[in-house]
């Protein structure tokens, strides 16, 4: 069945460092690709997503390329913040469920 | 309310007792999902209503859990005579309508259980 893979974490850069958490996504069809973000504390909230094969998403500084060729979902932000501390989920939904990878914690200290 | 709501946002329970989760979705959505989020794992998917149709249960770990949907709206989950491997946050996570095509889900803050 469909699946996500994530990279594991944690991980832990300082602040302004690039970011990249990998992502990479088995499906028989065509899925809609997602990175939800889990802050300390809070429930998971939609972070970006992309709908079809080289849409990018974006938002806060985050981005991610829906790459078909190379079935990933890999998610950048060319400078971290204290306050980008969280948990995030990289997904996919196909036409039936939405499927989570594992989730990789992300620790930015100043 | 703007977002999806659950209570209690804190349940601790002694081992054997049953406890039951309530979440109420966002107005509109026809969709509604449960998660269990155990410590340092991904979501584990539980149950999913649509409208009025049968539940998909699916992800339910064992009888001890169910869940109920009144009116097309507030859902409650309950599990009953827990275990302390029940201890999670368990999310709810409403959408328009079932995921596909790319429909987000919008997820609540979650209740956090600890069954002593």
């Known amino acids: 069945g469909d699946s996500v893979t994530q990279m594991e974490g944690p991980v832990t850069l300082s602040e302004e460092a690039f970011l990249t958490i990998n992502c990479t996504y088995t499906?028989?069809?065509?899925?809609?690709l997602f990175w939800y973000v889990q802050y300390p504390g809070e429930g998971l909230q939609l972070l970006l997503k992309a709908t079809k094969a080289d849409d990018k998403g974006s938002n806060k500084g985050f981005e991610a390329t829906y790459r078909k060729e190379t079935t990933s979902f890999h998610l950048e932000k060319g400078s971290v913040q204290v306050s980008d501390s969280a948990v995030y989920f990289c997904a996919l939904s196909d036409q039936i469920d939405m499927r989570f990878g594992a989730g990789t914690r992300l620790t930015v200290k100043p | 309310g703007a977002g999806v709501s659950q209570s209690p946002s804190n349940k601790v329970t002694e081992k054997g007792k049953d406890v039951e989760l309530r979440c109420d979705p966002i107005?509109?959505?026809?969709?509604l999902y449960w998660y269990r989020q155990s410590l340092g794992q991904g979501l584990e998917f539980l149950i999913y209503?649509?409208?009025?149709?049968?539940?998909?249960k699916s992800g339910l770990p064992s009888d001890r859990f169910s869940a109920e949907r009144t009116g097309g709206s507030v859902s409650t989950l309950t599990i009953q005579r827990t275990q302390q491997e029940d201890s999670a946050v368990y999310l709810c996570?409403?959408?328009?309508?079932?995921?596909?095509?790319?429909?987000?889900?919008?997820f609540g803050p979650g209740t956090r259980l600890l069954v002593l």
């Open positions: 996570a409403s959408s328009l309508k079932r995921t596909g095509g790319g429909e987000t889900q919008y």
């Open positions: 499906a028989t069809g065509y899925p809609s």
């Open positions: 209503f649509q409208g009025n149709s049968a539940p998909d």
């Open positions: 107005s509109g959505h026809t969709a």
